[in-house]
């Protein structure tokens, strides 16, 4: 997600903008940049690659004069990390000048047709496509450059908050947003725009939230006008802040690991856009699809990664190959690197890492590609070391994880593990088309299923204070849920320092369930799979010798909820889908213990968020 800020009126416009941006600057870091509308009319706009601080070193001695202007931080989605791709992009014609956070996933289309009418290009964005096309309306049509936005944005498939402003009406901007937020600030005779309310509320706390498909006319010294697509003029709700600035950046919550827990709808909604196409029938993955030639021949897929990825990795594993029947290994990078591995041509390595930038899976990475294996990268953060060391990949697009114990990037990984073996399968008809189908459909399904298990937040939280002061944990499961059991595990462990460990659950007779006592709880992912039956004995057994029990089950569940202390129950999913639903129990858990413990849940002690060192 990108962070915007705009503003009409008095003020001084560069100082309330990048101090703006300084407030936004956690929803992205890759460039930042700022377009002022100056008194006589002229359009300045001035970009820099990497975080705002470096845009003020670029804008001293520059003309920052103006009464209107907009104002960007970035996160990567298209288009790597440049100042060439950072915003503000402006039209070809230097009248206008938009910022914009969102993903349009129709811009290929748009900017073909664009260029077939003599538009020329000069960033990789789907964003300068988008300015592109407002200026071709404005001039075809000869209309306010509202009415050109309104036109543009009916052609728009995809997310969108956006403002503009061009270089004849110093005082006005225009704005507009579809599934990225947007807020007006209502000063004395001047006007605030921003992607949250953070880089206004020390000026207004009066504000409009723009509404789904809403545009806004901005106009410094007229009443704020906001219209619909279709050009009706909509009901203006002011809304009065009560909130802090640091709670604002956290969009309310506490923390910002809460905050990210709770994104995973909308980060998953991301993830999947755009991939999962014509109702589910096909799963497209562009980094496959390009290379399938190599899937398709390959004798082995190797995954590389550390950590929570590391689990993500583990889950690749089960899903490739129950999916695609290719042989996968799995291999902590930090050891991969060292163990003199053997690799050819016809070996895939896929490298997993949220940052990016961890020296363990980076090293693996170059090894895998001096012994001529085809590297694979899945990651979050665009233009990052790993995406540029690897041969072809696929960005999970959850936006900047700021908690160091990762939530919405190990589900966006997951996401992603899972539509790259269907899209394999899809080739390799290892799956049919009805089951690719049916995949598809619950994938489609799986953001709101997430929301619905996001309910159970309430009842973690008093179940957590029961379980605050256990010194051990044990997190137990089976085939799709082990690997869950391993992240629910180091969750805990990570921000609340207690000692939990992630076990296979028919493991236990082999030594661990010595461990259980009363003293030992057990948490038991338990979802109704193939290999339920044998999860329940597993419960029993644990139960036998007094362990105390909180089990993940499915929805209507009525064995295990006889035997374990506390039930979690979720809806039913096919159970390669599990994870992603069954992990989010775990995330809540571990917060809410390690806040009854007082632990700085975002920043736990001895981590950091990426480790580039070994
Ligand atoms: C996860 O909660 C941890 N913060 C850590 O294990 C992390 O997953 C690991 O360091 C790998 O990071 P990466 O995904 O950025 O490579």
Redesign the pocket.
Known sequence: MCGIVGYVGDGNVYDILIKGLHRLEYRGYDSAGIALVTPEGKLNVYKAMGKVSNLEGFCKEKDLSGKAGIAHTRWATHGEPSDCNAHPHYSEDGNLAIVHNGTIENYKVLKDALAQHGCTFHSETDTEVLVQLIEYIKLKNNCELVDAVREALKQVVGAYAIAVIEKNNPDRIIAARKSSPLVIGIGDNEYFLASDATPFVEYTKECVYLKEEELAVIEKGEPLKILTLENQESKIDVTTLQMSISQLEKGGYPHFMLKEIFEQPNTLLDCIRGRVVAGGKHVVLNGVIDNIDKFLKAKRIVIV?????WHAALLGKYLIQGMCRIPVEVEYASEFRYSDPVLDEQDIVIA???????AD?LAAIQIARKMGAFVYGISNVVGSSIPRETDSGTYIHVGPEIG???TK?FTGQVMVLTMLAISIAQVKETLSKEQIEELGKHILKIPKTVEKVLKLADKIERLSLIYTYARNFLYLGRGYSYPVALEGA??LK?ISYIHAEGYPAAEMKHGPIALIDAEMPSVIIAPNDHLYEKIVSNVQQVKARGGSIIAIVTEGDTVIRNIADHVLEVPDMPECLTPIITSIPLQLLSYYIAINKGKDVDMPRN?A???TVE
């Not at 990664?305 to 990825?309: I, L, M, W, Y």
């Not at 997993?352 to 961890?358: A, D, K, W, Y």
């Open positions: 990664a550390c950590g929570t990825s997993i890492s949220q940052s990016g930038e961890t899976t160091v114990a990762s990037a180091l969750k990570e981590l968020k990426s480790v």
